[in-house]
């Protein structure tokens, strides 16, 4: 019988990594068996009952138990898988024996709203593991700390009969607030193994005991004593509590200990934000502890670093399936030697395959109560394919183009198309002429038009509307419709919209001025045109040509610049141009990938990373080097598989920090 225990960082994301995405793994059956244990506990899924799935939870050929945070969601959690073969006396959730009932909650006074109020009862139909804390739980206050240490599902307990399996997920200190809770959970373990070993029972603790308790088992054990101050790497009360709790001083054993007493660099968990686990500069966290009745069952346990997926590896242990038992007294060889099969042992203490606390006993699970997320699923019917008799719903509602174009029309925020489109078979018309014949009644034939200057900002609010119906007038007042070429071929042209003329008056877009009141001859062959190119852009000539009445001609330069207040991102774009070489150069500039320095050491690329903490650099991106952490840390002059000590912003202190989401 094998047993094995790994801390996963979240069972959900285990098939997203090879070899579990592969074909052969795609499902959660095929990387149980590929882990190839009779009883796999697990730490830290990270997932709720409400979220807890049917691939995960019934998982063909085995048993599931689960424990879940009661408030939060994608934190701690544990669970088993046990083949559906193997009987079991009986399963607990936690291991106060709060959460199933097995300790009352405490009476409470007439009209108090603690201990009965608590929306938990003993439950009959599961029996009892036994080896309760002896402690005051009739004070509301401690049944309440029990409660709370149990609540974050840090902890399953399985009854074998011949022994009594603990996995667990015991709390870390991420801050000083936590220590406290950690060393109450650490002591309510202890009082509960010491108390099933007084009743005669064999315990196994499995779990991330979240504790290093020795130097051998830290990557860095004089840089820890540095930072930390302490010269005594085991002055820490985690620590001293964990040595206190092994053998020879404690109960239980190490069992990795037992077959690799001396082994250095046996890690299971590292700092994969640092990228070391290839250097191989972590910590061991996981163990697999067990009472001296058990030790001689036992034929090995080894950590299995080469399956990925989690920030920690496995940890597995083996029984003997038969146990010899050498009789002292017996020094001849001829008689034979007694021996014990452990699957005989098993079966002597009975049990069963179906518990209550099961995830196939589960209310979403057994077909008694539908999940919620079912009620907001399309129903078959539903999401039938239409047939061919006639339009959906969804064809009724879909836009009929006029034009005829099969794709939907891309109108962008500051189109020029509304401003300076006139058909190329028309003659120049001012912004005063087609203000005038829209807002204004045709005049009589012997009267003359009359133009009237506007403000800026009516007669730009006009010219939009007048163009907005893409329609203009030509040489009879008739109008004609504006076709718009497809295809947007250079920057310039996300920040105008293709149209057909080729020329265009500035004053559409320039203010009115005093040329507004000469004769509308006189203004359509003295204002400069706005080119249009062939991919659709508009363009605004260096020089234009003007003329005076004498028929003379003067050349004139104007900016692009003058563009640039009212163009998006022109600044970033100037000059305006639309030839093949600058268009190109353009579309290079926006989409050349940053260059990644390489580190002195190792002559390498680096590695970026970006700044998660708190403070004033948050959101910033920076480089490393691109070696895994060594032992010796950050430095120059050490090996060469070892990151070296480079560091550059991406980004100038001055420019501030850019958020990255």
Not at 79 to 87: C, E, G, H, L, S
Not at 244 to 258: E, K, Q, S, T, Y
């Amino acid at each position: 019988m094998k047993f094995m225990t790994w801390n996963v960082n979240g069972i959900r994301a285990l098939i997203q990594y090879h070899p579990y995405c592969d074909d052969l793994h795609k499902n959660y059956r095929e990387i149980l068996d590929y882990l190839g244990a009779d009883i796999i506990c697990l730490q830290e899924t990270k997932i709720t009952r409400s979220k807890l799935e049917t691939d995960l939870a019934l998982v063909p050929g085995y048993n599931s138990y689960w424990s879940f945070h009661r408030t939060k969601s994608g934190y701690s959690g544990v669970a088993i898988y046990v083949k559906d073969n193997i009987k079991l006396l009986a399963v607990e959730e936690g291991i106060s024996g709060v959460l199933c009932g097995n300790i009352s909650p405490p009476i409470s006074p007439p009209g108090s709203t603690s201990g009965s109020q608590l929306d938990l009862v003993l439950d009959e139909k599961n029996p009892k593991v036994g080896g309760y804390p002896v402690m005051n739980t009739e004070d509301p206050l401690v049944y309440a700390r029990l409660q709370e240490l149990d609540n974050e599902g840090r902890g399953i307990i399985l009854d074998f009969g011949f022994f009594v399996l603990f996995n667990l997920y015991c709390p870390n200190e991420t801050d000083e607030t936590r220590l406290p809770f950690k060393m109450d959970y650490y002591n309510l373990l202890e009082a509960r193994v010491r108390g099933l070993i007084k009743e005669g029972r064999q315990v196994m603790v499995l779990g991330d005991m979240n504790v290093i308790p020795s130097e051998i088992d830290h990557c860095d054990p004089a840089k820890w004593k540095k930072e930390s101050g302490e010269s005594d790497f085991t002055n820490t009360l985690p620590r001293k509590w964990f040595n206190g709790f092994l053998a020879p001083n404690g109960p239980l054993i190490d069992l990795f200990r037992v077959f690799h007493k001396d082994e250095l660099g046996a890690f299971t968990c590292w700092n994969t934000k640092i990228n070391a686990r290839p250097s191989n500069y972590g910590t061991r966290l996981d163990f697999i502890l067990v009472t001296e009745g058990l030790l001689p069952w036992f034929k090995s346990c080894d950590r299995l670093p080469h399956i990925v997926g989690s920030d920690h590896c496995p940890v597995i242990a083996e029984m003997l399936p038969e146990l010899k038992i050498e009789n002292p007294n017996n020094k001849t060889q001829q008689e034979a030697v007694p021996s014990l099969l452990l699957q005989d042992v098993l079966d002597s203490y009975g049990g069963s395959t179906d518990h209550a606390l099961a995830a196939k006993f589960y209310d979403e699970f057994s077909g008694k109560q539908q999940k919620l997320s079912l009620f907001f699923k399309k129903s078959a019917k539903e999401s039938t394919p239409p047939t061919a008799k006639g339009p959906t719903v969804a064809d009724l509602k879909r836009p009929v183009s006029n034009i005829g174009d099969e794709e939907p029309r891309k109108k962008p925020f500051f189109s020029a198309d509304r401003i300076f489109n006139t058909p190329a078979c028309s003659p120049v018309a001012t912004s005063s002429q087609i203000a005038g014949s829209i807002n204004t009644p045709p005049a009589p034939a012997s009267t003359p038009p009359t133009p009237t200057p506007l403000p800026p900002k009516s007669s730009a609010k006009i010219l939009s509307k007048a163009t907005s119906a893409r329609t203009v007038l030509g040489k009879a007042g008739s109008k004609k419709t504006v076709s718009k070429p497809g295809g947007q071929q250079s920057v310039l042209s996300f920040f105008s919209s293709p149209g057909a003329s080729k020329q265009v008056p500035l004053d559409s877009v320039l203010e009115p001025s005093i040329s507004d009141h000469t004769t509308n001859s006189q203004k359509t062959s003295s204002q400069p045109m706005l080119s249009q190119s062939s991919d659709g852009s508009s363009s605004l000539p260096l020089f234009t040509e003007t003329h005076d009445e004498g028929g003379s001609s003067s050349s004139s330069q104007f900016s692009p610049s003058d563009f640039a207040d009212w163009i998006p991102g022109s600044q970033d774009v100037l000059p305006f141009t639309s030839n093949e070489k600058s268009t190109t150069s353009q579309w290079q500039t926006l989409f050349t990938p940053k260059v990644v320095p390489k580190c002195k050491f190792h002559q390498e690329p680096c590695t970026e990373y970006t700044v998660n903490k708190k403070g004033p650099n948050k959101g910033r991106r920076f480089f490393l080097c691109s070696k895994p952490v060594g032992p010796e840390g950050d430095s120059i002059g050490q090996k060469p598989e070892y990151r070296c000590n480079y560091f550059q912003w991406l980004n100038p202190p001055g420019n501030g920090a850019k958020k990255i989401n």
